[in-house]
């Protein structure tokens, strides 16, 4: 058993080392390359890099799947195998510079993250498996990586692409809050009839779990920025897949703009959401209004003196940024003694 052991100690370092590499990967700044830096040669690098590793990860699996047992030196040059894998997977995703947008460097750093922790969560589960056998967790922990080496091929190849991604999740996201909250407000629908009767709480019936008729009157409004939060998304997106490039060093940083303030549209709509059900208090609600129809007037704005919209397409943002002003001025009417 000694002999076992032995073998293993090399997955104990392997484990440190890629723990190291894995804050790196998280916290480190690109490299300014000093050769002009070529997009398509990155990512037949990155692509190579995760390839190479996934192999590695299957031989370590293989490797420590039962008898017959390999030698220390075995496992020594299989955990440098392992190590050196990682460490070109870190490499080539620092070549990337920041001139090639935020948004795409993000994307690339999460994907090379996941492979470190992919690796991490193997290295692991075969130290805490029983020995000399294949454990339901070291299957698991080998397919992840697998996983989470395919996904390079899903990657966004540059920041235009990568802003669209980042939209289309935002996207998503606004039109599920927009969703529940029209569920919710169905006429005489009770918001919390999926919480069980609790004696202590008292009966449902309490009307602190049910709207005013001036709660409904604030609710319309807050439901209309809502809905223009998801068509702002909705056409950004549009002129972005149709207009955006990543060409010049003032597209790419508009781009990022765009994704940025675009980000910030629905944790406001979570936020101006949560506020709206019942007790409602009016002026929190009015506030997180005012910070949704902030964030929107600010992604018009952007959008609207970027690369992504020529002058046919201002008449929508022109139509949206007074749509905005209406519901909130509504909202402000409405809430005025509250103040």
């Known amino acids: 058993a000694s002999a076992v052991m032995e073998a293993r100690e090399p997955l104990r370092d392997l484990s440190g080392a890629l723990r190291a590499m894995l804050a790196r990967v998280r916290e480190g700044e690109p490299g300014e390359g000093r050769e002009p830096f070529e997009l398509s040669r990155f990512w037949d690098a990155l692509g190579q890099a995760f390839r190479v590793t996934s192999q590695e990860a299957t031989k370590l699996s293989l490797t420590f799947s039962g008898s017959p047992l390999n030698s220390a030196e075995d496992c020594q040059k299989l955990s440098e195998d392992v190590q050196n894998a990682i460490l070109a997977v870190a490499t080539v995703y620092y070549w990337l510079p920041k001139g090639q947008g935020t948004t795409l460097r993000k994307m690339v750093r999460d994907a090379s993250a996941e492979v470190v922790e992919g690796m991490i969560q193997l290295t692991e589960a075969i130290l805490s498996s029983p020995l000399e056998s294949l454990s339901q967790e070291q299957l698991i922990s080998t397919g992840g990586v697998w996983e989470a080496c395919e996904q390079v091929s899903s990657l966004p190849r540059d920041n235009q692409a990568a802003v669209v991604l980042a939209l289309a999740a935002c996207l998503g996201v606004v039109k599920d809050a927009l969703k529940e909250m029209e569920h919710a407000l169905v006429e005489g629908q009770d918001p919390y009839s999926d919480i069980v009767e609790d004696e202590e709480l008292g009966f449902r ?27 702002c998304l909705k056409k950004v997106l549009g002129v972005v897949k149709a207009y955006g490039k990543a060409d010049s060093p003032e597209q790419i940083t508009q781009l990022d703009d765009i994704a940025d303030i675009g980000n910030e549209i629905s944790p406001s709509v979570d936020e101006l959401a949560l506020s709206m059900y019942p007790p409602m ?56 003694g509250e103040l």
């Open 281 to 336: 208090n009016q002026l929190a609600v009015r506030l997180n209004a005012a910070k949704l129809a902030s964030v929107l007037k600010k992604v018009l704005e952007i959008t609207k003196t970027s690369h992504v919209c020529p002058p046919s397409e201002e008449g929508w943002v022109q139509f949206l940024s007074g749509a905005v002003d209406h519901n909130m001025n509504k909202i402000k009417s409405l809430t005025q």
């Open 205 to 231: 019936g309490n009307r602190d779990t049910y709207w005013s008729e001036a709660d409904r009157k604030l609710l319309s409004s807050c439901m209309g920025l809502m809905k223009a939060s998801k068509a």
